[in-house]
């Protein structure tokens, strides 16, 4: 039985379990987590602030930030914001928030105090104790709240921004029914156990990080190894120093520790891993048999997004398959086809990928027009097309939003990525439309070369050509030493011609 609250999550752990460690520091235990986070709901409580209430968290990567969500959102609703942020955008986020108060570390430096007190917002200060994710909080005005103590499975326990592309970007809001749902179908996917430990990489304003890493490895009563971030300079030694069970990572990660593979081999093989797991773009179906040959693990790829509190989809642990370049099984919630019409689809067309369960968001805040699109028929469509194979495996063919229109032919970007992934010399490919006058668009490609390896953009093309359709083949291929990245490591596909002053 799923807990349907963080606190009953929490409850489920042995008291004298690692929850939350960190390199070179003593862990903090179950008993710890569960009493730091009565004793942080009591201090909000103190300051006015209950369950309802948005504070905003601007901490760096590591176990603080892992152990104030958890025990923050115990009582109160989280809104994790990225520490690299600039004045201007801390100014849209704390404000379209409505944040109550904004929690930073202290003596550390970030642009959020200083946009906090010109719009009137408490700062509140972490002070770390000396256990990995052990902290107090201080400051803020004496205060009371109308919804004090702990949350309930309806209120809402994290609010993030949808990464919007080109439009003001959407409030999220998940509730701990929709977080604790998730955070449960990961760990029965991953069959996470007390002896699991996952060495989180993934930034931790980021669903992937706070879902797969730290929710659902708490939901198996393991422990999350919170990490700075990802630095593909030490990957190696925290994998030897923790000997993790596994870690989640999306796909640049996987394919950047690759890279380090090789000079790495005597750890790999003293520490090894039960699993990898890959989530939140796709991954290469060649990068997905190298990572599982160099580790001789099973990789694992998953599909989730924000509104779904993450999984969606997951490729099984063995003895299931795992099917490089497709995103699995129904892994949480229903999972369908629909047409443009709102009919769903039999097993083979291609159409709408949709969801519904009970770790779907249940709409956008504040915002009709975007979920009268979102919603049909009680399902929620995810802006991503594809359709399930005969074993009831799902395949992504890209976002809709992605397609490239060529003339009156549609190319999914992500099948030309899995085939210039294929060529020998190749590390990284990602296509993308450019505009152009008479087609309305082009397909261009950016890609990273294997260290010490050529390969001229005509030969490119013409291996390309062997297996893709005349009009799929990329009409310009441009060599970069990396492809621009979002802040949670996402490569940007939409915009990229313009970004890289590429036209037709």
Known sequence: MTASTIAALLAAGAADRPAIRAPERPS????????????????????????????????????????AFVAIACGATTAPLNPAYKDEEFEFYLTDLKAKALIALQGWETPARA?????????????????????SLSGGSKGS????????PDDVALVLHTSGTTARPKIVPLTHTNVTASAGNIARTLRLGQDDACLNVMPLFHIHGLMAATLASLAGGGAVICTPGFNALRFFALLDAERPSWYTAVPTMH????????????????APLRFIRSSSASLPA????????VFSAP?????????????????????????????????????AIMDDDGDLLPQGSIGEVVIRGPNVTKGYEANPEANAKAF???????????????????????????LIKRGGEQVSPLEVDGVLSEHPAVAQALTFGIPHPMLGEEVGAAVVLREGMTVTDRELRDFAAKHLADFKVPRKVIFLDEI????TGKLMRIGLAEKLGITA
């Open 376 to 402: 049909t028929k009680g399902w929620f469509r995810t802006g991503d097309q594809g359709m399930f194979d005969r074993d009831g495996y799902l395949m992504l063919t890209g976002r809709l939003k992605e």
């Open 299 to 335: 990789v694992i790829e998953s599909y989730g997004m924000t509104e779904a509190s993450h999984q969606m989809c997951s490729n099984p642990l063995p003895p299931g398959a795992q099917k490089p370049g497709i995103v699995g099984l129904p892994a949480g919630p229903e999972v």
């Open 28 to 67: 903090l235990s179950y008993a710890g987590l569960r009493a730091l986070a009565e004793r942080t709901v009591a201090g909000l409580n103190g300051i006015g602030i209950g369950r309802g209430d948005r504070v905003a968290i601007v901490l760096p990567n590591g176990p603080e930030m892992a152990a």
């Open 145 to 152: 709240t109308a919804q004090p103590g702990q949350a309930g």
């Open 484 to 487: 621009p990245k979002g802040a």
């Open 255 to 270: 394919q950047t520790i690759l890279a380090r593979a090789e000079r790495n081999a005597e750890i790999i093989a003293r």
């Open 286 to 293: 060649q990068a997905m048999k190298d990572l599982s040959t």
């Open 115 to 135: 946009v906090a007190q010109r719009l009137g917002v408490p700062v509140v200060e972490l002070v770390p104790g000396e256990t990995a994710g052990d902290f």
